[in-house]
């Protein structure tokens, strides 16, 4: 799925540490025409030894094709880095789809590339 990802990345030198950050949200098209609406908020502080890291990812594919859509689902940030406009970030998911036998819900891990597709000079619109 080719995705167009408005975000918001930041790296944060703080006098007692170090804070990265990325949000977005927005909406995504594949290459064969599905839709995507996604959002996620994920942050990382670090300080000498102590690593805090917290976030959640959430994308749902929803079209005429899929009558109970696609869900996958990040809740737990494991690692994160932000350099630029990109940010990388994983940790563990779930993916939840409906078949012909009925819903299923598998467990994963989620690898996400994002990268902040604003204009330079243009309004801060994601």
């Not at 167009?4 to 030198?13: N, Q, S």
């Not at 594949?30 to 976030?55: C, P």
């Not at 996400?112 to 994601?126: H, K, L, S, T």
Request: hydrophobic share 40%; with cysteine; glycine share 12%.
């Amino acid at each position: 799925m080719c995705v167009v990802v408005g975000v918001l990345g930041a790296t944060m030198a703080l006098a007692f540490g170090l804070l990265q950050v990325a949000e977005g949200r927005g909406k995504a098209a594949s290459a064969d025409g599905r839709h995507a609406n996604f959002q996620f908020n994920v942050r990382k502080f670090t300080k000498g030894t102590l690593v805090r890291k917290e976030g959640t990812l959430l994308i749902e594919i929803v079209d005429r094709n899929t009558v109970d859509g696609v869900r996958i689902h990040m809740r737990e940030l494991r690692d994160l880095d932000v350099d630029g406009k990109v940010a990388r970030f994983e940790g563990p998911g779930r993916i939840r789809f409906q078949t012909k036998a009925g819903v299923v819900e598998k467990r994963g891990h989620v690898f996400a590339v994002v990268r902040d597709n604003r204009r330079p000079a243009g309004p801060i619109e994601p």
